[in-house]
Every structure is written in C-alpha cells, then in structure tokens.
C-alpha cells in the first residue's frame, strides 16, 4: 500500500478537544485533505494485491513436461497453488473444459476442514494429486508441490472451468495448502523465482 | 420503652454506631426490603450490645437516621413484620406450640420469650445453677445473610483494599502436616486415592486447610490437635499490601500513521512498525495514574497500514492498582501529553473517567456497529459516470466473504455473510483509474478483501461489480459509532 503524504501540521496542531469546537463542515474538509492523494504520488500501475502480498514461486515441469505450476506464499505461511502461464492446458486451443477434483483417493471438493486448528484437513505430500484438468483432447493433473494440509480447493472451477483461461493467475487458483512445520524451507530452494520463469519459458 | 423516643443507653450507643452505618438511601432500601433493623447492624459490623437489648422500634429510628443526616429523604413503607434474613429469630419473634399441642402461638417480645423458656424449665422441675445455650437456626437463614452481604458489597465496600496477611510459619507447617495426614489416612481407610504415596504438597492454601479441618471430627481433633495449643516464642509476621480494584478511562483514538499497530506487536524479539496505539496511549495513562500496569481493550480494531480518522475509535484504559483516582486536570494532561508529542502518531479525544460498566458498553452491540471507511482504489480502465451510479444506487448490498488467506492460518475456514450499507464514490484529479471509495459496512467486514476480491473469494467485489480488476492501495477508518463514547 502507497506511504500517504504526512498530514498538515496545521492540522495535527490543534489538540483535539479544539476541533471538537470547529463546525461540522471544517472537520469534513479537514478530514477530506486528509484522505485525498497527491496524483503525482500515484503509480501509472499500481501493484497487485498478490504481488502486495505474497511471494510469488514457479515450478516447471512439474513430474511431466509442460506442467508448470505457481505457488504463492503468503507471510503468514499459507501457499495458493495454480497453474502458471505456459502450462500446457492453457496453451491448448479452447483451453480447459472441465476441471474434476475427484481424483485420487476421495473428492477433494467434499472436504470439510473446521476451526482454527484445522482439523479433518488431508496431509498431502508434494506430488498428491490435486485435480485433473481437461482440454478438448488432453487432460492434466495438477499437483500440490508442497508437502503440508488442504485447506481449500477452488470448487468455482466446477461451474466456471473457464477461470482457469481467463485468470489463472488469480481466481482460477486450484488450491491453498498449509505447509507442514519446516516443510517450507526445504523445498524453496528447487522453486524458481518470476524473472527465473519467465527467462526460461522465454515469455515476455 | 417510652414513646418519647428510644432509651438513653440505646441513643447513646446509636450514636456511637452511627459512622459504621450505610448511606441513608442504603438503609431505606434495605428496610423497604423487609430487612430488621438488628440485622441491618450485623451487617455494619456494630457489635454493641446496647444497640441490640433494648427494642428498636422501626418509626424511632427513622427518626433518628434523619435527626443526625443533613439530606432529609422522606420514606413512606409500610412496616415489616417479619425480617427476611433473620427470620424473627433476632426481633425476638417466633411461634411456639401451645402448651395444649393443638395450635402455634406468637411470641412478640424479649419478656415473653424468656418467661416461655422458664416455664419450660420449671415444667420439668430442673434443679440448676446456671445454664450455656444452644441455638440452632435453620440454614437458609446463613444463606440469606450471604445474599444480603452480596448485594450490599457495592454500596458498602471500597474499592481501595488495604490487605493485611498474617502468617506463622513454624505453627502452620505443624498444622498443614497434621491435617493432610488425617485427609490422607480417611481416604486410605476408605480405600480412595492412591495407596501409600501421600502427596507431599508443600503449600496447600488456606481454603484446602479449612475444608480438611471440617471434615475433621471433634474427638479426632482431639487426639492429633495439642489441645490446648502450645506456647509460640515468636509472634505472627505481618505483610501489608494495597490495592485499588481497576480504574476505567475512556476515550476515542485516532491512529496517523501507517506504520503503527494496534496492539504490541512483536516477532522474535523484533517489534513490528515503529509502535502501537496501546503502548502510546496506555503508558501516558499509566505515568499520570501511576499504576502497577494496564490493559488496553478497544471497540474493534484496524490493520497496522489503515489510519483511523475522523471521531476516533472507542477505547478503554483499565489501569491496575491506579494510586490515584485523576481529576479533570489530570485527564486532561493525559491528553496533551499524548496529542502534543512530537511524532504525531496517534491522537485522543473525550478522554474521561468512567466505571466498570463501561466495559460492557463497549462489548455491547459491537457486532451490530456500523464502520464507515475511505479506500483509494485503482481499476484497470477508466473509471465512468455509469460505473459512479452503478456503485452508488447499491444499498444494504450482500457481499459473502471466505475468511480471507491473510487471516487464514488463524482464523476458521468459514463464509461469512456481511453487508455493505451504502457507497459513495469521489473522483481523485488528475487521474482517470483512480477513485476515493467511501462506505458504511456491517462490523466485522474485510474492507481490502471486499475490493480485490482476494482472489474470487470474497464476491461481489468492487472488480466483480465493475468488470474489471481492482486494487487497494490505502485504506482508512473514517467513523465508529458509539454514542457512550461521545
């Protein structure tokens, strides 16, 4: 989030009792010089919120060519798994179809997880199957990548495959994962970086 | 006694009892709840036996109360027959059995009562030469005591304890040791517990001590007990402690900037943002008061990168064993000491002295609290008039939000449902993706979340509503509503 310019010192000045005495209208005013930007301080494109607040990680070729994942990782540990840019399913013509969580053992749609402790969570490991994703000729699985619990899966992609063409890279996420204790660290070093990624896939 | 007013040795002793007496206005109370006036002293703590042998009767004393007290609060009850704590037992007022058997008769006075018991005396033709007497009463009367006590304690007692602990470490070992033996050998002859090890606790408390010494009977007590006690060479130690149950302090904050959190914040030893509004306000709160420590409980609270502007948000200041009760001038520099530092961090307004009551005040309808907000949001195209009436004809909107990630890992995975009263939209010059949204939501919605979408997990969302992705880049509280903190 963009620093604000420091308030007047006119403003602050006044202790606070007196402004209680100042009309209605002074305060609006008062408050309204507070809020408002400076334009010259505002970025042409400002930064995404997941660019705000997660570091974003890549992985290609997860387990099988073309199968490049991205994971973003919160400060607070949690991790956003979805398919990156050039993954093959998104490259196909018509793009994804249909996305299916019942892969594996159960349904990772049905999962219930409760409380603060997250409790009836399934214990993933990294290469545990997330979904599978389906073009008109292919079909792909997406994988967890990072060892630790399912929180959530995105089930918007059951009625709304079409996210994943539209904005992989933000509501067309697949999962959140919460790592396992120390788990993290592991494994960061095999992930690539943006720049990385992007180098390596030649994008622009 | 006479009706001329009740006799000397008993005004006398008024008199002498007066200061240990409630408040007027308690005593009314009390009385017009059917509580003596014997019992009324007992609970003053007056233990002056003129006070109680002679009868008092109800319209003298009265008279008395307002003889002696400067404010003149005229009472109109009807009198009370019978006391609802002592059950007549105190006002000499009982039913005894006729001596036929058939009906129960009503003694009313003290003569009576004892010429009653005489009689029964002389019926069995006792030879005697004195007498020790035994009064069992029945045990709602000590529970009536303990709820006459309860509801008396605000009016009666002060806040200000002075605690006077004794302690006689050389007889108390004795003791404790003595009476955790008895316990422990009962509960191996019945067999409970376990077998052998007796727990070795090396300070059991008082109450633990008490119970054991109850359940100990009198003959027991008798063979492990030195009866009677021992000579001690050494007296009682004695600690004096003081304290002042916890004060209140009132008052609205405002929060300038955004790198200051709420509440101390600190991760592996380091503090996270230059400092928070607790510390700010709670330590001038605790220098003037000079408390023994605080705690800072507010009416919600907002992220460490959101200003809170506008009135300010409600917070209290419970001070510990504060050493003095501060007086308007004394709040007052409270305030200056925190809006005139130099780094204008952190404001504070309608600074006051409240009561405990408060508290609840604040936790009351804090879920029902509306919060009115100002963000700076960005779109990916320009924004149009039809976009400014689209945003502003929703009212009472319902926006469903998924915990978001950033509080995921502390928070339950939930969907919770909030609304979103009414928006306004405010063009930022010089800009055309730019504008400054204001909004009055339901308590407890995730404002950030509610214009990023926070990945299609909050919906509607500002994006989703307009057709486009949309950014928060600051965000602040412009109003709480909370009419005791005005």
């Known amino acids: 989030m963009a620093e604000n310019a420091e308030p007047s010192e006119e403003t602050l000045n006044k202790p606070i009792q007196e402004n209680k005495r100042t009309t209605e209208e002074e305060k609006r005013q008062d408050l309204s010089s507070l809020l408002l930007p400076n334009p010259k301080d505002l970025p042409q494109i400002p930064p995404t919120a997941v660019e705000t607040n997660f570091s974003s990680y890549f992985v290609a070729d997860f387990m099988k060519p073309g199968h490049d994942q991205y994971i973003y990782r919160h400060a607070n540990g949690l991790c956003v798994i979805g398919l990156a840019r050039a993954h093959l399913a998104l490259t196909e013509t018509g793009g994804v179809t ?85 788990e993290w660290l592991k494994i960061k070093d095999s992930f690539l970086s943006y720049e990385e990624y992007v180098q390596l896939r030649g994008l622009s | 006694m006479t009706s001329s ?44 036996r003129d006070c109680y042998t002679s009868p008092l009767d109800q319209s003298h004393f009265m008279f008395f109360l307002e003889e002696h007290n400067d404010n003149d609060i005229k009472s109109n009850f009807t009198t009370i027959t019978y006391c609802s704590i002592c059950l007549g037992v105190l006002c000499s007022v009982c039913c005894v059995q006729e001596k036929t058997g058939a009906a129960f008769k009503e003694i009313t006075s003290v003569n009576d009562f004892v010429l009653f018991i005489s009689d029964i005396i002389k019926r069995e033709e006792y030879q005697i030469d004195g007498f020790s007497l035994e009064v069992s009463v029945p045990p709602v009367i000590v529970a009536n005591d303990r709820a006459l006590r309860l509801q008396s304690v605000e009016s009666l007692s002060s806040p200000f304890h002075i605690r006077l602990t004794y302690s006689h470490s050389e007889t108390s070992q004795k003791l404790q040791s003595l009476v955790l033996n008895c316990r422990d050998s009962k509960k191996r002859e019945r067999g409970s517990g376990e077998n052998g090890s007796s727990k070795k606790a090396s300070n059991e408390s008082d109450a633990s001590i008490y119970r054991a010494l109850d359940l100990i009977g009198d003959h027991d007590f008798c063979t492990r007990f030195l009866v009677p006690p021992g000579k001690v060479d050494k007296p009682c130690q004695l600690v004096v402690a003081c304290h002042r149950t916890p004060i209140y302090i009132a008052g609205r904050y405002l929060k300038y900037s955004r790198n200051v959190s709420q509440s101390r914040w600190i991760i592996d030893d380091e503090r996270m943002g230059e400092a928070s509004v607790e510390e700010l306000i709670g330590e001038n709160v605790l220098q003037i008061c000079r408390g023994d420590g605080y705690k800072f409980h507010s009416a919600g609270r907002e992220d460490i990168d959101v200003r809170m502007l506008g009135s300010g948000r409600p917070f209290l200041v419970e001070v510990l064993n504060s050493r003095i009760l501060p007086s308007y001038t004394e709040i007052e520099q409270i305030a200056d000491n925190i809006n005139n530092s130099d780094k204008k961090l952190v404001g504070v307004g309608n600074l006051k002295l409240v009561g405990a009551e408060a508290w609840n005040m604040m936790r009351e309808g804090e879920a029902e609290k509306q919060k009115e907000y100002a963000a700076l949001v960005w779109i990916s195209r320009p924004l149009t008039d039809d976009d400014v009436s689209n945003l502003t004809s929703l009212k009472d909107l319902d926006v469903s939000q998924k915990t978001p990630i950033r509080v995921l890992h502390r928070r339950s995975p939930l969907e919770r449902s909030k609304i979103i009263h009414w928006m306004k939209i405010e063009n930022v010059e010089g800009t055309t993706q730019y504008f400054l949204l204001h909004l009055c939501t339901q308590a407890g919605t995730y404002i950030k979340e509610f214009v990023h979408g926070d990945l299609g997990r909050t919906h509607p969302s500002i994006g989703s509503i307009l057709g486009c992705r949309a950014e928060i880049l600051q965000l602040d509280v412009t109003d709480v509503k909370m009419d005791y903190f005005d």
Request: aromatic share 4%; with cysteine; glycine share 6%.
């Open chain 2, 5 to 48: 007013g009740p006799a000397p040795e008993l005004k006398t002793a008024l008199i002498k009892a007066k200061p240990f007496l409630p408040p007027c206005h308690v005593i009314h109370h009390l009385l017009s709840t059917g509580v003596c006036i014997r019992c009324i002293f007992r609970l003053s703590g007056i233990h002056d």
């Open chain 1, 98 to 182: 249909v996305v299916d969580f019942n892969v594996g053992k159960s349904d990772r749609s049905e999962l219930k997880v409760t409380g603060k402790r997250k409790r009836n969570a399934l214990q993933f490991e990294s290469n545990s199957a997330l979904c599978k994703v389906s073009t008109n000729g292919n079909s792909y699985i997406v994988r967890c990548c990072v060892k630790g619990s399912l929180l959530e899966v995105n089930d918007r992609l059951i009625k709304q495959p079409d996210l994943l063409n539209s904005s992989a890279d933000r509501e067309g996420y697949v999962a959140i994962i919460m790592p396992k204790q120390g």
